[in-house]
């Protein structure tokens, strides 16, 4: 069974451009769940989807966004980036949603580069 | 507030040793707690989920106790390699109407030869 997958694994972006990432669950799992790192800092969720349906959101100003599609692949968008935006973003998906007690598998990440 | 903390920050042991991770929270209603392993620049790997009736479940030389009443956690690690060499994360499962995921800042653990 293949894991999650995450496209593009390493991306460089100038301040003010916005970036499109993607994220392919494993096959069957309906939610993905977005997270962000930053060096050094733990994960900070950003948010999730289950179903084509964000059913949790973290403390991100609106510039980050996201959407699930009918296959459950999900995409995540960052407008008008800035030089903090730069990080590791992570995707995991799960069977089920949120924090019941579905594993989460997570993705190799992309690494974002805002220069 | 929803809160998860752990203990200690960081930690250095030889190779072969053991080793205990602590993790403390104030989540509720509980709904289930995990330990993750993550190596640098990788995703994190989960290792255990507990829900409220599991006390201590193992996964190889992994063992995580959970202490419901008091709110903590501890993960073991038994006869340390080099491969354990990352840093541990639990995150704990508010039983919420979003069932919302509180992760902690992790442990970095070093194991040196």
């Known amino acids: 069974k293949a894991g999650v997958t995450q496209t593009p694994r390493y991306l460089i972006k100038t301040r003010g451009q916005q970036v499109t990432l993607s994220c392919s669950p494993i096959?069957?799992?309906?939610?993905v769940s977005w997270y962000q790192q930053t060096p050094g800092q733990g994960l900070q969720f950003l948010f999730e989807?289950?179903?084509?349906?964000?059913?949790n959101k973290g403390n991100f100003p609106g510039r980050f966004s996201g959407r699930q599609f009918s296959n459950s692949r999900s995409e995540m968008n960052v407008s008008t980036l800035e030089l903090g935006d730069s990080a590791l973003y992570l995707c995991?998906?799960?069977?089920?949603?949120?924090?019941?007690?579905?594993?989460?598998?997570f993705g190799p990440g992309t690494r974002l580069t805002v220069t | 507030k929803n809160q998860v903390e752990q203990s200690p920050q960081s930690l250095i042991i030889l190779e072969g040793k053991n080793c205990t991770l602590q993790?403390?929270?104030?989540?509720?209603?509980?709904?289930?707690l995990r330990w993750y392993k993550q190596d640098t620049g990788r995703g994190p790997v989960s290792l255990t989920i507990?829900?409220?009736s599991e006390n201590t479940k193992s996964n190889g030389r992994y063992t995580a106790t959970l202490d419901a009443d008091t709110k903590q956690s501890s993960l073991h690690i038994t006869a340390s390699q080099l491969s354990d060499s990352a840093s541990y994360i639990c995150?704990?499962?508010?039983?919420?109407?979003?069932?919302?995921?509180?992760w902690g800042a992790g442990t970095k653990l070093i194991i040196k030869p």
């Open positions: 995991a998906s799960s069977l089920g949603w949120g924090g019941m007690a579905y594993e989460q598998y």
């Open positions: 995150v704990v499962s508010a039983m919420d109407s979003n069932y919302q995921l509180i």
């Open positions: 507990m829900t409220f």
């Open positions: 096959s069957g799992h309906r939610s």
């Open positions: 993790c403390n929270y104030t989540v509720s209603p509980f709904s289930n």
């Open positions: 989807y289950f179903s084509e349906t964000q059913r």
